[in-house]
């Protein structure tokens, strides 16, 4: 018995160690606003299924659609997925650096302002209307802040990549289910990079309009520091730690989405 007591004393350590461990990962999960900015991703690709279906399905197809997208596109289930993949990127970090960064300060404000943009953002109509006061309303100096902030984050070029994976799966779901023919996978790869100049023309334009959003509720020297952050090794980490929480998640989202809709547009053309 003598001999089990060491590895249950350290059973006993261990568990509160790694409950600690996991309290810190959901305490950034949910300072970087995680939840809230899934909720929002969610509510984008619906509107987005609802276009689809408008334009390529018979009506009759409409609530069979969206009971197939809310359940490819179930936020819980999203979230659950992008928190275990977050959790995994974070082994080795200095996670208490990020929860005290955020939990106060400029930290805690710029999370703020960007996710009060990003759901203005979702609405076409409101972020017009918004982009041009805060357009209006900018300092010189802000514009040059804008351009600093997006040649450090390289964010740019992430969403771009991004935006371009995301079609050519939506494409390779609709060529696996019989909706495109006389294509290969290299076909789509070729059509869909056709589009990268039109594709980062676009997300200039948005990062731009978003920016101004974000950039008009926070002052000079917030602006600074979220520059300082963004290049500074730290910065560059939690972004390669959100991107791994992304994983392949909305790769294998866009192309289940490709395959539903092909269905739907071979029934509809029956």
């Known amino acids: 018995m003598k001999k089990l007591i060491p590895y249950v004393a350290a059973v006993s350590v261990a568990f509160p160690a790694a409950a600690q461990e996991n309290s810190q990962a959901e305490r950034l999960f949910d300072l970087l606003e995680q939840p809230a900015f899934i909720e929002i991703l969610v509510q984008e690709g619906q509107d987005m299924a609802s276009e689809i279906a408008v334009y390529n399905f018979s009506t009759v197809y409409l609530d069979a659609w969206d009971a197939k997208v809310d359940a490819l596109m179930d936020a819980d289930t999203i979230e659950a997925s992008m928190f275990a993949q977050f959790e995994a990127a974070l082994d080795g970090v200095d996670v208490d650096s990020y929860v005290t960064y955020f939990e106060s300060g400029y930290g805690a404000e710029t999370i703020a302002a960007e996710i ?13 209307q918004a982009i041009e006061k ?20 390289g964010y740019i070029e992430q969403s771009v990549a991004f935006a371009l994976t995301d079609q050519y799966n939506f494409s390779r779901g609709l060529l696996d289910g019989g909706a495109i023919q006389g294509m290969t996978e290299s076909d789509l790869a070729a059509m869909v990079w056709d ?45 390669q730690i959100l991107l791994a929480a992304q994983g392949d998640l909305f790769s294998m989202i866009n192309y289940e989405l490709g395959r539903e809709a092909a269905k739907f547009m071979i029934q509809s053309d029956l």
């Not at 009060?116 to 017009?128: C, N, Q, T």
């Not at 959003?213 to 600074?224: H, Q, R, T, Y």
């Open 134 to 153: 805060a357009h209006m309303q900018m300092p010189m100096g802000r514009f040059e802040q804008i351009d600093t902030f997006l040649n450090v984050s």
């Open 116 to 128: 009060a943009a990003r759901s203005i953002m979702s609405d076409p109509f409101l972020s017009s």
């Open 195 to 239: 589009q990268e100049e039109f594709i980062t023309d676009s997300t200039n334009e948005w990062f731009q309009g978003y920016l101004y959003l974000v950039f008009e509720n926070l002052s000079d020297d917030a602006i600074d520091e979220l520059i300082s952050f963004t290049a500074s090794e730290q910065g560059r980490t939690l972004n």
